[in-house]
């Protein structure tokens, strides 16, 4: 298997991972996660 092959393979297999994933990429403050516990359990 050539080196370009595994390169063009992971950098497929990577697009296909980030297939579906949305929203902000932020961390949620203290209040938010809170909130989220207490309804959990």
Not at 10 to 36: F, I, S, W
Request: include cysteine; charge should be negative.
């Amino acid at each position: 298997m050539s080196v370009k092959r595994l390169i063009v393979g992971v950098a497929v297999l990577m697009a296909l991972a980030g297939c579906g994933q949305k929203g902000p990429l932020y961390l949620p403050d203290d209040e938010a996660a809170t909130n989220r516990a207490e309804q959990e359990g």
